[in-house]
């Protein structure tokens, strides 16, 4: 017996009614969605292949569309090649005497960089400095480009199988262009400085002040954060800071500018040009590089070592000068027990300059104070 | 006549516009630049979702806007649901007014159109602001939802294909 056959037959709910009550459902599947949605989050780095949210359908999703929108962006990046030929083909001349100009010019620029270059090498074999190694990269084509106020991110077509990982940089031929944050096998999504969701640590490179460039959607986004009397001018060369290892140190980002508002903003040097091809450097961060293990530890300095008798003793010491050297020794054991765990993280704080002159210590400071490379500072 | 009598098929008049605004919104987010401008990037979704509640109530015509809406959060990397629940208050206040609005002059379902799209941008641009505490550029926005307006034309040109194939409707 069918249901229209059964007590049922004659009941007769109004259409209004049941869009009405389809649209609710949607619109509470919709909102759980958000909910439960949580794109930000970083991976595990215990367990890389786990994600969180809906991050992993995400990355699948890339994987099917990069292909497809790559079919569609070809015919287009065709005829971009052909007018550019054609461009290129009527402006020869005014080109070749602009590009004579511009050799002469960068001809100085190299020059300056040579003789940098050996006398930053020197300084760095006298003090010992252990310096950023080469960051390998994995080129890639951008297939999709999504450029509207709420997102601006890429999908490149080169992913985990060319080893790519979250949190990656990503440069141009002309700056840093953003990272990426979501990998799939063979596609990677790279979220762009000037996406809402970006926040990327910079510095002015004349004053060496810090800033946060902050994305609204915009062409160019805005510094904030800024400290000091008048940190940036009108002009000034913006390069990434390094704070927080997400990128490497001295990577061009763009020049200052203000806009009608008084705000300092940024116009990048990526957005001189379509960014069709990209560099996604296999720069790993701080927290990637640090021990995780020991990072996790949470295991406190043994406490039953510090009896309520040492505790006492010690709190007399305190009060009766002079101090028994027995509980002071107590302390510092303890002390010492703690000390490893927060001996990471001193490290890159400290200063080639304070180091002792013992031939046979490590600087490890030197990581995060390495100088850009004179070619990345000499770019603009 | 007979013809015009038969219930609408989902396939023609839901999937088949969905289907081609998901492969509009592909087309238009290559990485292609003339010049200093890119390509224009509207929210193609928008017309079938207005549409759709015009032409008449429907049972799948919200979970076809919901599924395009996730397709756009997916494609542009939005917080899953953003663009769902923007189409959805569309398409919902759409259906709310359709009785006092269908039968209106030309310009006055232009100007009905434009509200709703102004409504979904006005939900996409607080939950964006809420979720990462930072607010979208404002002319980026009032850039897309006048280019999501104009669009029109190709709303009118989908009811008037469906709104009078089901008389039950008319």
């Given at each position: 017996m069918s249901f229209r056959d059964g007590?049922?037959?004659?009941l007769r709910v109004p259409l209004a009614w049941t869009a009405a009550a389809a649209t609710i459902v949607a619109v509470i599947a919709a909102l759980s969605m958000l909910l439960a949605d949580k794109r930000d989050a970083r991976p595990d780095?215990?367990?890389?292949d786990k994600t969180a949210g809906f991050n992993g359908a995400r990355s699948q999703f890339d994987e099917v569309i990069s292909p497809i929108s790559g079919l569609f962006a070809a015919p287009l990046r065709w005829t971009g090649g052909l007018a550019d030929d054609a461009r290129g083909y009527f402006n020869a001349v005014d080109e070749n005497k602009k590009l004579h100009k511009e050799v002469a010019d960068l001809q100085r620029w190299k020059d300056a960089a040579i003789a940098l270059k050996n006398a930053n090498q020197r300084y760095e074999a006298l003090l010992k400095l252990r310096v950023e190694p080469d960051v390998p990269t994995v080129a890639a084509r951008v297939v999709q480009d999504s450029r509207g106020p709420f997102s601006n991110a890429r999908i490149a077509d080169a992913g985990a199988a060319q080893g790519v990982k979250v949190g990656n940089p990503v440069i141009s031929e002309h700056g840093v262009v953003g990272r990426v944050v979501g990998v799939a096998k063979t596609a990677s999504r790279i979220l762009l400085l000037?996406?809402?969701?970006s926040r990327t640590p910079v510095m002015v490179?004349?004053?060496n002040a810090r800033a946060i460039l902050t994305?609204?959607?915009?062409?160019e986004p805005s510094l904030n954060n800024l400290r000091g009397r008048e940190p940036v001018r009108e002009g000034d060369i913006i390069l990434s800071s390094g704070d927080g290892g997400l990128y490497p140190r001295g990577l061009p980002v763009g020049v200052a500018t203000k806009d009608l508002r008084g705000v300092w903003r940024v116009r990048l040097y990526?957005?001189?040009?379509?960014?069709?091809y990209v560099r996604i450097l296999e720069f790993e961060d701080f927290s990637q590089l640090a021990e995780a293990a020991a990072l996790d530890n949470?295991?406190?300095?043994?406490?039953?070592?510090?009896?309520s008798a040492q505790v006492k003793a010690a709190l007399e010491a305190k009060l009766a000068p002079?101090?028994?050297?027995k509980p002071a020794a107590a302390t510092t054991d303890a002390a010492a027990d703690a000390k490893p765990a927060s001996d990471t993280s001193a490290?890159?704080?400290?200063?080639?300059?304070?180091?002792?002159?013992?031939?046979?210590?490590?600087?490890?400071?030197a990581k995060t104070d390495a100088k850009p490379k004179p070619a990345q500072k000499a770019h603009p | 006549m007979s013809g015009l009598s038969q219930p609408l098929q989902p396939w023609s008049w839901l999937l088949v516009p969905a289907l081609i605004c998901a492969i509009a919104t592909i087309m238009l987010d290559a990485?292609?630049?003339?010049g200093p401008l890119g390509l224009p990037e509207p929210v193609f979704a928008m017309v079938p979702a207005f549409a759709w509640a015009v032409i008449r109530p429907s049972v799948l015509g919200p979970f076809v806007v919901l599924l395009s809406g996730l397709f756009l959060d997916f494609f542009w990397r939005e917080p899953l649901g953003m663009w769902a629940l923007a189409l959805l208050a569309a398409y919902t206040a759409t259906l709310a007014t359709r009785n006092l609005m269908v039968g209106q002059p030309e310009q006055v379902l232009w100007a009905w159109y434009a509200a709703v799209t102004v409504l979904a941008f006005l939900v996409a641009v607080v939950i964006l602001t809420l979720e990462s505490r930072n607010m979208p550029n404002l002319l980026g926005v009032i850039w897309q939802g006048g280019l999501t307006a104009l669009m029109y034309p190709l709303a009118r040109r989908l009811i008037e294909r469906f709104e009078n194939t089901d008389l039950r409707f008319r």
């Open positions: 007590p049922f037959q004659d780095h215990k367990d890389p000037t996406d809402v969701e490179d004349r004053t994305g609204d959607g915009g062409a990526s957005d001189r040009a379509p960014i069709d949470k295991t406190l300095p043994p406490l039953g070592a510090v009896d002079p101090p028994t050297p490290k890159p704080g400290a200063k080639p300059a304070d180091k002792t002159p013992d031939p046979k210590a490590k600087p490890t400071a | 990485p292609a630049r003339f």
